[in-house]
């Protein structure tokens, strides 16, 4: 991690990110998931990650003030356990937004999408209901 000094151009000093993770008890652990190069990792990184962007894509509060990308981190044992990343950028010209983006309203977000989904997240994975858990990534330059 980098600290930006004063007399350093500011490059990304918006830069905001969100660790989360929840457990999906549909699937079976499968010891591909350890690999990142396996198919079957890949594959439900892929799925997980687009559905993760839907979702934020979704909250026009959110798609109008930043530029998301969200990326599984890794797979747990325990039935599956997700562990992913949202990172974004503030896009330069927000005029007129409710509030101001911060990684509290993301984390927020997905907490109150992940209770929506009825311990059925995405229309394909069981999750229990309290099964998200966001975490909040703060540079403390």
């Known amino acids: 991690m980098k600290c930006i000094d004063a007399t350093e151009p ?3 000093v918006d830069k905001n990110e ?10 079976k ?3 591909h998931y350890n690999n990142p190069k396996s198919l079957k990792y890949k594959n439900l990184a892929h ?12 909250k ?16 747990k044992r325990g039935s599956v356990v997700v562990n992913f990343k949202v990172d ?5 010209a927000v005029i007129a937004v ?12 997905l907490a109150q999408d992940f209770q929506y989904q009825n311990g059925i997240l995405f229309r394909r994975f069981a ?15």
């Open 60 to 75: 026009d509060d959110l798609k109008n003030q930043a530029d998301f990308n969200v990326k599984v981190e890794r797979f």
């Open 88 to 92: 974004y950028n503030l896009k330069d």
């Open 47 to 58: 799925t997980i990650e687009n559905d993760l962007m839907t979702m934020l894509m979704e």
């Open 29 to 31: 652990w499968d010891e």
């Open 127 to 141: 999750i229990p209901a309290d099964s998200f858990n966001g975490t909040i990534f703060r540079d403390h330059c």
């Open 98 to 109: 409710p509030f101001k983006l911060r990684p509290e309203n993301v984390s927020t977000t």
């Open 10 to 12: 500011e490059e990304s």
């Open 18 to 27: 969100v660790n989360g993770k929840f457990r999906i008890v549909s699937l």
